[in-house]
């Protein structure tokens, strides 16, 4: 087992639960209140969250002082979240796995406390009904369900899945989506730059609205739209760039003083550069560190939309066999 996996058992043994190696993820009961622990992030293993289905026997629901207090009086929980009949717990970052052991441990008993001073019974997460469950890992979410929704729910992951398959791609769509939603990102870099900054949170942007845009107007988003969605990106990297520079031109080169407009500068930025108005080293080296941010910025979103592609049509019940109900 990694590191992680021997920690997780360690931790999964101290606390009572059990430990699910395939999906990384702890789970069992705790006071009757069944429950999963995960890492929300791989990258934060020891930052984990606790997630139980669980209703008021009046209807009622947490009011935003009563999860104030709670979460001030617990030192390692940052937040508490009522969804429908599911409660998350959030958990602090703990340095090591004594701290974590003892944080897990601590949590468990005040969240399952404060369930039962608030008449707060376990149930379905799903139809919010009291009895037998089972934990599950859908899509990238956590559920408790009986098995009536279990079936409920692979049915509509099925369904959901048919219906995606037989969705046309609109290729031509797509990449005008991709063209407005790169241009945020194109905006993003021309402001950041003419702050003086170049950074990673315009690749983020640009990858994130040019891959939104693809999927919108394009219908679904797919392999190729990727390549093309990146392609567009690279682009755009290079289109904001000549901007910036162009704006250096007609604004601090004495572009506008001799009577240049500001696309004028634009179509010169080559001529400025062969000329040694714009050193073509600085030029270089400005282009190139914003790839490299750019990229550093949208790889990473990339991989996280495929792997929540891929995610949204599994359904994997916890401590048991998974079963891939269809990929979206």
């Known amino acids: 087992m990694s590191k992680r996996s021997d920690n997780y058992a360690a931790l999964a043994a101290a606390v009572g639960l059990r430990y699910d190696e395939a999906n990384n993820v702890l789970y069992g009961q705790k006071d009757g209140y069944d429950i999963i622990i995960y890492a929300e992030n791989a990258s934060y293993p020891n ?45 602090k970052n703990q340095t090591n796995l004594e701290k974590l052991e003892q944080a897990v441990a601590d949590s468990l008993s005040a969240m399952s406390a404060f369930l039962r001073n608030n008449a707060f019974v376990p149930c379905c997460g799903y139809c919010g009904q009291t009895g037998q469950v089972s934990a599950y890992i859908v899509g990238s979410g956590c559920w408790h369900l009986c098995a009536d929704c279990e079936a409920q729910m692979r049915s509509n992951i099925s369904m959901a899945a048919q219906q995606h398959a037989q969705k046309k791609e609109n290729l031509v769509g797509g990449i005008v989506g991709a063209l407005l939603g790169s241009l945020i ?60 520079w162009a704006i250096i031109l007609y604004r601090d080169a004495g572009g ?24 073509l080293s600085s030029y270089l080296t400005n282009l190139m560190m914003l790839y490299v941010f750019v990229l550093i910025g949208a790889i990473p979103t990339i991989v996280s939309k495929v792997k929540e592609k891929k995610a949204a049509g599994n359904m994997v019940k916890i401590g048991g066999y998974g079963m891939r109900d269809g990929e979206l």
């Open 185 to 244: 990102g194109a905006a993003c870099i021309l402001l950041l730059s003419q702050l003086g900054y170049i950074a990673a949170l315009s690749g983020v942007l640009m990858a994130v609205a040019a891959l939104k845009g693809y999927e919108i107007l394009g219908g679904k988003l797919t392999k190729k739209g990727i390549v093309i969605t990146s392609i567009i990106m690279l682009f755009m990297t290079y289109f904001g760039d000549r901007l910036d």
């Open 256 to 279: 506008a003083e001799v009577g240049y407009t500001f696309f004028e500068c634009y179509r010169m930025v080559f001529t400025a550069i062969s000329e040694g108005i714009i050193d």
């Open 47 to 91: 930052m984990l969250t606790i997630h139980t289905s669980a209703k008021s026997t009046d209807g009622a629901i947490l009011n935003k002082d009563t999860i104030k207090t709670f979460v001030k009086e617990n030192k390692p929980i940052t937040r508490l979240v009522q969804k429908n009949n599911n409660i998350i717990i959030y958990l």
